[in-house]
């Protein structure tokens, strides 16, 4: 079954212990990006990967990292949580084609809390 | 920049009815996707409907569909026949190709909180 799958699902952590929610996918996407879920503001996006090795900022990149060393794999890492980056976030995958990509398929989301 | 406005927080509709929710879009591009996606109370994020922009013909998913204006840039989502399932917060989203200009990436409306009421 094609799928993206996040772990974990939910987390409650403490402020300034690193952390690390994992994404994979089984499409062969190109593409993957990290959004963050809030109350009143949608989606936003993190980081994105046009590919292996390929990263970049997306609108609220402050306070995260990503990396991708497979193409099926990334991971978002919070090196200091902090309580604003309490959230839902959504891993998403999407295949390019020509010049346009396809609709994003995403994960189950992580809720996050940090105290 | 690209924004994506939906400009009804909170909607609500009996069943069997017909809803329609709105969206409106700004982009200097020509060439883009738009999208519906749906998320239940689950948090899953579900592709709805799907519509490319140089494409004139509203595209069409059983139930739900859209009025694909781009001169005006709108794009509303009709859910006909609605039902309790249909019950959900429904995005509004808007992707633009790689290679003309800034990050690839869906930019997405603040929602709106659909209930389907029995």
């Known amino acids: 079954e094609a799928q993206v799958t996040q772990n974990p699902r939910y987390l409650i952590t403490v402020t300034g212990k690193k952390l690390t929610v994992t994404c994979s996918q089984n499409m062969n996407h190109e593409y993957m990006s990290w959004y963050r879920q809030d109350p009143g503001l949608g989606l936003r996006q993190i980081y994105y990967?046009?590919?292996?090795?390929?990263?970049d900022k997306g609108d609220v990149p402050e306070g995260y990292k990503v990396s991708r060393k497979e193409k099926r794999n990334f991971p978002l890492i919070l090196e200091s949580p902090s309580p604003n980056q309490t959230s839902l976030y959504f891993c998403?995958?999407?295949?390019?084609?020509?010049?346009?990509?396809?609709?994003?398929?995403f994960g189950q989301g992580t809720r996050l809390t940090v105290v | 920049a690209q924004t994506v406005t939906q400009s009804q927080p909170e909607m609500s509709v009996q069943e069997a009815e017909t809803v329609t929710l709105s969206c409106t879009y700004d982009t200097s591009e020509n060439n883009y996707y738009l999208f519906w996606y749906k998320q239940p109370p689950s948090r899953q994020m579900i592709l709805v409907i799907r519509?490319?922009?140089?494409?004139?013909q509203n595209a069409t998913e059983n139930r739900f569909s859209v009025n694909f204006q781009k001169a005006a840039k709108s794009f509303s989502l009709k859910i006909s026949d609605s039902q309790l399932g249909d019950t959900a917060m429904y995005f509004c989203a808007l992707i633009l190709p790689f290679t003309q200009g800034g990050s690839e990436k869906l930019v997405f409306g603040k929602g709106t909180k659909l209930t389907v009421n029995p």
């Open positions: 990967s046009m590919n292996v090795e390929v990263t």
């Open positions: 998403a995958s999407s295949l390019k084609r020509g010049l346009l990509t396809t609709e994003a398929f």
């Open positions: 519509q490319e922009a140089y494409k004139q």
